[in-house]
């Protein structure tokens, strides 16, 4: 038996097995937690989704664009309808046109600001009232951020904002879903990995080898280390934890030079 045993987790935001919400689902895995999965809607997505969970047999892979209001309404309506409740809710999303982000904030469109709010932040605001909806007390949630929310990260620019708005999501969902129905809400901000989303960021690499230089462990963060944090953040073990900001990045957010 394990700690999660009986628990029913949705995951968003696995792309493949390098994504952070991979890392989070193996460590919630193995402690004998049921999960469902959504993945974008797009043949080669559902592929590499279905080919990753194959062994696992989860009961349910939705197609979910978080754009659309239908998408997310119908995913917890299948889920909650399959089991009658959800215990966690994982929400690793996020995404900004990539021409967007090779340009300096200040030359940001209209069009490219909406669409990365609406995806990267909005997602979680309308899939915490779709999945609160099925959550019994002591229900938790947790979304993905990064130390660009909080300083200026050269090259990050509009994610960096669209984070900062992500991070102040969690603290209002967490007081709105508190005090409604005792359901956490934090957010787990992880050092930088490479992973399918990374890899469009310019420059990248040096961001890898400056965060292990300045880091207090003076190295990058492991894949396993997010998903024993995810773990904690959505498991017992962080009943009193709620409209946090927990940084995995080896310390790096604490050091001035
Ligand atoms: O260094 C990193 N990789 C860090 C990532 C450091 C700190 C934070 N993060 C955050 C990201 O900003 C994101 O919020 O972690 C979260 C997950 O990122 P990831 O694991 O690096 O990225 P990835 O494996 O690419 O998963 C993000 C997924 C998308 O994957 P692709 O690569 O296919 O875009 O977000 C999903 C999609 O599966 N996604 C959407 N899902 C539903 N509807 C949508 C959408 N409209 N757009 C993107």
């Given at each position: 038996m394990g700690k999660l045993s009986g628990k029913i987790g949705v995951m968003m935001g696995v792309a493949n097995d390098r994504s952070l919400a991979w890392a989070i689902s193996q460590a919630l895995y193995a402690e004998g937690a049921e999960l469902v999965f959504?993945?974008?809607p797009g043949p080669s997505n559902e592929r590499r989704?279905?080919?990753l969970l194959g062994?696992?047999?989860p009961k349910l892979l939705l197609p979910c664009d978080v754009q659309n209001d239908d998408d997310i309404t119908a995913v917890f309506r299948t889920v909650g309808k399959t089991y009658g409740r959800i215990d966690m809710l994982l929400h690793s999303i996020a995404f900004a046109p990539p021409a967007e982000l090779k340009k300096p904030?200040?030359?940001?469109?209209?069009?490219?600001?909406h669409r990365a709010m609406d995806i990267s932040v909005y997602s979680l605001v309308s899939a915490c009232r779709a999945a609160s909806a099925?959550?019994?007390?002591?229900?938790?949630?947790?979304?993905?951020t990064y130390f660009g929310a909080e300083k200026v990260m050269p090259g990050y620019n509009l994610m960096g904002v669209c984070k900062a708005a992500l991070e102040h999501s969690v603290r209002y969902l967490a007081w709105d879903l508190g005090r409604e129905k005792q359901i956490r809400?934090?957010?787990l901000s992880a050092g930088p990995m490479r992973t399918l989303s990374s890899?469009?960021?310019?420059e990248f690499d040096q961001m890898l080898r400056h965060a292990a230089r300045k880091a207090c462990l003076n190295r990058n963060i492991e894949f396993e280390e997010i998903g024993a944090t995810g773990l904690y953040l959505l498991s017992d073990a962080s009943s009193g934890v709620t409209g946090e900001i927990v940084h995995v990045d080896a310390g790096y957010n604490i050091v001035g030079l």
């Amino acid at each position: 038996m394990g700690k999660l045993s009986g628990k029913i987790g949705v995951m968003m935001g696995v792309a493949n097995d390098r994504s952070l919400a991979w890392a989070i689902s193996q460590a919630l895995y193995a402690e004998g937690a049921e999960l469902v999965f959504t993945y974008l809607p797009g043949p080669s997505n559902e592929r590499r989704v279905k080919k990753l969970l194959g062994p696992f047999q989860p009961k349910l892979l939705l197609p979910c664009d978080v754009q659309n209001d239908d998408d997310i309404t119908a995913v917890f309506r299948t889920v909650g309808k399959t089991y009658g409740r959800i215990d966690m809710l994982l929400h690793s999303i996020a995404f900004a046109p990539p021409a967007e982000l090779k340009k300096p904030y200040v030359q940001t469109s209209r069009e490219g600001f909406h669409r990365a709010m609406d995806i990267s932040v909005y997602s979680l605001v309308s899939a915490c009232r779709a999945a609160s909806a099925w959550m019994p007390p002591g229900g938790t949630i947790l979304t993905i951020t990064y130390f660009g929310a909080e300083k200026v990260m050269p090259g990050y620019n509009l994610m960096g904002v669209c984070k900062a708005a992500l991070e102040h999501s969690v603290r209002y969902l967490a007081w709105d879903l508190g005090r409604e129905k005792q359901i956490r809400v934090n957010a787990l901000s992880a050092g930088p990995m490479r992973t399918l989303s990374s890899a469009g960021l310019a420059e990248f690499d040096q961001m890898l080898r400056h965060a292990a230089r300045k880091a207090c462990l003076n190295r990058n963060i492991e894949f396993e280390e997010i998903g024993a944090t995810g773990l904690y953040l959505l498991s017992d073990a962080s009943s009193g934890v709620t409209g946090e900001i927990v940084h995995v990045d080896a310390g790096y957010n604490i050091v001035g030079l």
